[in-house]
């Protein structure tokens, strides 16, 4: 048996794990009574039904004793002596469950007994320090968070337990200690590691290393029916450089903390210029998971702007025409808007160019009603808005005081691109596909 064997006796929970400084008399001790147990299984006629009750240790500790115990036990034989057995129990007991001595040993009747063990010495004084990963804000405020009051829980557990116990013991702490943090960290593995103080006392640090799956990337989209998609690019690289402290984390334990994520994204938001002048409001639903998918909806209080490209299919008289809209948003009462805006349609086949002044208010959520001045015929026209967003369809209607209409229900291919089956009763070719390019 090795020097280097004797003295790294005390095993690791977690590879490397806890290592505990122990003694050669141990180790010899040890193997003595691996052969006293080798000798009882071989030797000795089992008992199917033995029961062992062990006292005097800590809850977690107790399980992991009492099967080692009832092992030994269930191999002696029923005819042997009470006294026989008292000896080999107290003998086995004494290097089998290190650190601790056997007081006292009863039996009842023939296949049932009561073991009352105690500290071979005086326990350490324990004390216990959670080791945070290296977490980048605020993803580090979110663990500390998690872990608050967890140090002293642990505490609790190995307080008055010798330092031999833990060579034993070490799984069954460790499995305890993962309970407390599975509820806490979900997709985080608990790595223990005891040592001596100076003083002589014993510390036992927690430290916890990320289990797949991890989230590996962060995409964005965002959905505004009033900032123009050609301003989306900036905020969508702010987001992902904002949401850089998520990467490399355990998914579980990003979805547990999913209205952190999420309020992490407005935090961004709110530190944008753009976000700012437009008095934006943002509202951010996220799907966590490897590639974790962020959703914005942005809405500006104050502006609204667009601007387009329109190509007709299956209409002669129509062609490819561009158009600007620029609203600006007031509220005259709480929580009741309203939009007054100017519209510019350049039709790029004569350059002719329509003006139209209006204005619109929610009756709820993203539907508009309101009525609009149009420079051509200087008619006007009421006009129905349900707005939506990428991936969405979405309708318009335009009716004029000649009872002319011009309508289109279409669907968001994505931010950029829309199609319209589009409707207009001042055409001979009243029916068409049109494709729309949202700059």
């Not at 062990?54 to 002696?76: F, P």
């Not at 990428?390 to 011009?406: I, K, T």
Request: net charge negative.
């Amino acid at each position: 048996m090795s020097r280097e064997f004797i003295s790294g006796l005390g095993r690791c929970f977690n590879c490397p794990g806890i290592f505990v400084k122990t003694f050669g008399v141990a180790a010899i001790r040890f193997a003595a009574t691996l052969l006293l147990v080798f000798i009882m299984f071989f030797f000795g006629r089992a008992q199917a039904d033995a029961s062992v009750l062990v006292e005097g240790l800590s809850e977690w500790l107790t399980e992991s004793a009492e099967r080692s115990m009832e092992a030994v036990y269930g191999h002696i034989s029923p005819s042997e002596p009470a006294n026989i057995k008292q000896e080999l129990l107290t003998t086995v007991a004494d290097r089998l469950l290190l650190g601790y001595t056997a007081e006292k040993i009863t039996f009842h009747g023939k296949d049932e007994v009561k073991i009352v063990l105690s500290p071979s010495s005086p326990p350490p004084e324990w004390k216990t320090v959670i080791t945070p990963p290296n977490l980048s804000p605020p993803v580090d405020g979110w663990f500390s968070s998690d872990v608050n009051g967890m140090s002293d829980e642990i505490l609790s557990l190995i307080q008055g337990v010798p330092v031999e116990a833990l060579s034993w013991g070490d799984m069954s702490l460790r499995s305890v200690i993962e309970k407390l943090s599975v509820e806490r960290l979900p997709g985080w593995r608990v790595a223990l590691l005891a040592r001596y103080t100076i003083e002589g006392g014993m510390i036992l640090d927690v430290s916890f290393v990320p289990e797949q799956p991890l989230a590996l990337s962060v995409t964005t989209k965002i959905n505004s029916s009033s900032i123009p998609a050609i301003l989306h690019s900036n905020l969508k690289d702010d987001l992902i450089k904002g949401f850089a402290p998520v990467i490399g984390i355990p998914v579980a334990w990003l979805d547990r903390h999913k209205s952190d994520f999420e309020a992490l994204g407005r935090e961004i938001l709110s530190e944008e210029y753009l976000v700012e002048v437009s008095k934006a409001e943002s509202a951010v639903s996220a799907n966590t998971g490897v590639v974790s998918n962020v959703d914005v909806e942005l809405e500006s209080r104050r502006y609204s702007g667009k601007l387009w490209m329109a190509v007709y299919v299956g209409a002669e008289e129509r062609y490819p025409e561009m158009g600007v809209h620029f609203g600006r948003r007031i509220q005259l009462l709480p929580r009741w808007d309203m939009e007054m805006y100017g519209e510019l349609l350049l039709q790029l086949d004569d350059w002719e160019l329509e003006a139209r002044l209006g204005v619109r208010w929610p009756l709820w959520r993203n539907i508009w009603l309101g009525a609009e001045w149009s420079d051509i015929n200087d008619i006007w026209w009421g006009r129905l808005d349900i707005e939506s967003w990428a991936r969405r369809p979405y309708v318009w209607l335009r009716f004029s005081e000649y009872e002319d209409v011009n309508a289109a229900l279409g669907y968001h291919i994505n931010e950029h691109i829309s199609i319209e089956l589009h409707y207009d009763s001042r055409y001979d070719d009243e029916w068409n596909v049109r494709t729309l390019f949202n700059l």
